[in-house]
């Protein structure tokens, strides 16, 4: 690791444990919600969720923005909305004669795409661009977003009436893909006990306790925790098993992985790896934080075939028998 980079591990540390405390002051329990996220944020990359309503999801991302004083938008994706609805346009002015850029939600530090799934394809593409290129284009201009950039694209499993589903290109795109479940009786009490007191009123926001500019100094220190060559020759075995799973898992379950996962598995491996070790206070990965990721990582590029959804078999399952077939190092 970089001199530089040790030299910022404690204001590091520091940082994230002031981001974790505002953050859970507001949301409830979450805790892998909140670890995606922070993961994300610092590795660069951009979030699925995947989750019935009302698991806090809107009030995650907010929170999250306020907490590091970033920007925040919120897109409701519905099947008419437009890709301009979502860089933004050009609007003539009869006063000047000239056409003036406005630019859409997505220039913002933190961006929301809720129910991604109901946009049309149109759509979807505008927002793979950004999420890709980090870049608009708008009249032939081209616009950069705002650093840091996070997009939390949620979707709904049930209601699939009117959905688009995203297509591989784009969910390769996401980072991580988190799947939320219901909180505990005792989770759910104390968001009740919360929301008498006030503090999830929708004019109280989470408390700044970081800056944007701490965010980068976060990703800076991230890129330079170690990952041995071990490491990494486990990650791309992983990777590799996905794709030529027969003599490693069996033809049985073989049989149920329709495509293996890309080689972008292996740079999302080492990237949110990289970011859980920093969140954990560690200058290196160990092989445990690539089993703690595991389905996050590879969950949304397993594609499974018919005949697993038909069996009830969930990409989880056949995650874990490659994580079996693979010996760590």
Known sequence: MAQNAVDHMDQAREIIAQISGAYSQRIVGQ??????????????????????????????????????????????????????????????????????????????????????????????????????????????????????????????????????????????????????????????????????????????HAEKVASVADVRLLQDVAEQIYVSPDLRKYIVGLAYVTRNPTEYIGAERARLIRYGASPRASIAFVRAARAYALLNGRDHVLPDDISTLRHVVLRHRVLLSYEAEAEGVRSEDIIDAVFGAVPTP
């Open 31 to 204: 805790d892998r919600l909140r670890t995606s996220l922070l993961v994300a944020l610092i590795a660069g990359g951009h979030v699925l969720l995947e989750s019935v309503p009302g698991l806090a999801k809107t009030t995650a991302a907010s929170t999250l923005a306020d907490t590091i004083d970033a920007s925040f938008k919120r897109i409701q994706c519905t099947a008419d909305l437009l890709p301009s609805d979502i860089t933004g346009t050009q609007i003539y002015e009869a006063q000047t004669g000239k056409f003036r850029t406005v630019l859409g939600p997505v220039h913002a530090n933190i961006v929301l795409l809720d129910e991604i799934n109901r946009s049309s394809a149109k759509a979807q593409s505008a927002m793979l661009e950004a999420m890709q290129e980090r870049q608009t284009t708008i009249g032939g201009e081209t616009h950069l977003l705002p650093d840091p950039f996070l997009v939390i694209a949620t979707q709904n499993p049930i209601e699939q009436e009117g959905t688009y589903e995203l297509p591989e290109a784009q969910m390769d795109r996401f980072l991580l893909k988190e799947i939320l479940q219901y909180p505990s009786p005792e989770e759910e009490i104390e968001i009740l006990d919360r929301l008498d007191s006030g503090v999830l009123a929708p004019q109280n």
